[in-house]
């Protein structure tokens, strides 16, 4: 069975500029979540999504948003890029979401504000 | 609120010692815990899950841990390094609300020496 997939790996970006990052969950798996990882702040829940709802926000800034398609595919979008938001990106995926349930994680999308 | 705690960011030992990696939580619910391991340029990889079956979960890699509640603690050993067990750990709990959120701690960078 394929893992979570997260394109692309690598984005360079610059301040002001928009990005949009791409998951695709494993096969039958139906939630989606969003980390983002910092040496600073650690491992930060963005936010999560099931059946193309979004059922669950982290403490972020609206500029921040996601979606889910109805193949369960799903994209991240930052607007208005900040030398701050430069990170690593992960997406998980799981059956249902339930909190039993371990979520396995993609590679990332390692993402650099200059 | 939940949390995690991971003591001493930094862990080193030698080839063929034991591992002891250290996590404490706090939840008001039971909880569900989750060990996962990062590589460098990795995403995370799940090493074992406590999810009340049985106090002490055996995991991939050799890796075991210990729920105790009454000392709300779930520490990870591993009773002989290799040094392809270099890498950071994670120590996670599940979200009381569920929707596939993690809480986790500020993790724990092993180094294996020979």
């Known amino acids: 069975k394929a893992g979570v997939t997260q394109t692309p790996r690598y984005l360079i970006k610059t301040r002001g500029q928009q990005v949009t990052l791409s998951c695709s969950p494993i096969?039958?798996?139906?939630?989606v979540s969003w980390y983002q990882q910092t040496p600073g702040q650690g491992l930060q829940f963005l936010f999560e999504?099931?059946?193309?709802?979004?059922?669950n926000k982290g403490n972020f800034p609206g500029r921040f948003s996601g979606r889910q398609f109805s193949n369960s595919r799903s994209e991240m979008n930052v607007s208005t890029l900040e030398l701050g938001d430069s990170a690593l990106y992960l997406c998980?995926?799981?059956?249902?979401?339930?909190?039993?349930?371990?979520?396995?994680f993609g590679d990332g999308t390692r993402l650099s504000i200059l | 609120a939940q949390s995690v705690t991971q003591l001493g960011s930094h862990v080193s030992v030698s080839e063929g010692a034991l591992v002891l990696l250290r996590c404490n939580y706090s939840?008001?619910?039971?909880?569900?815990l989750f060990w996962y391991v990062q590589y460098p340029n990795q995403g995370l990889q799940l090493l074992l899950k406590?999810?009340?079956?049985?106090?002490l979960v055996k995991g991939i890699n050799g890796f075991e841990a210990e729920f105790k509640k009454s000392e709300t603690s779930f520490h990870l050993t591993k009773p002989s390094a290799h040094m392809s067990d270099a890498a950071e750990y994670f120590c996670?709990?599940?979200?009381?609300?569920?929707?596939?959120?993690?809480?986790f701690g500020a993790g724990t960078r092993l180094a294996v020496h020979p």
């Open positions: 998980a995926s799981s059956s249902t979401g339930g909190r039993e349930e371990p979520q396995h």
């Open positions: 096969s039958g798996h139906r939630s």
């Open positions: 999504y099931f059946s193309e709802t979004q059922r």
């Open positions: 939840s008001s619910v039971p909880p569900y």
């Open positions: 406590y999810t009340s079956a049985a106090t």
């Open positions: 996670a709990v599940g979200h009381e609300g569920g929707y596939n959120k993690l809480i």
